[in-house]
């Protein structure tokens, strides 16, 4: 089973919402690694604590 998947719909949004936001503001990026970012837990949806981005 290929990792997209067994991605859920909360995951999938989120990917889409934050590579949207990236291509409209070329200058943001990403301010910690992907494996650093928290995850927020007990939300059905699923989450991310924060997104710590650069200008």
Same mark, same amino acid.
């Given at each position: 089973?290929?990792? &997209? ?11 889409? &919402? ?12 990403? &301010? ?11 939300? &059905? ?11």
């Amino acid at each position: 089973m290929t990792r &997209a998947v067994r991605m859920g719909l909360p995951d999938r949004m989120a990917k889409e &919402a934050l590579e949207v936001l990236l291509r409209r503001l070329p200058s943001l990026e990403p &301010a910690v690694a992907v494996e650093d970012l928290r995850r927020l837990e007990g939300l &059905a949806v699923g989450g991310l604590r924060e997104v710590p981005v650069r200008w």
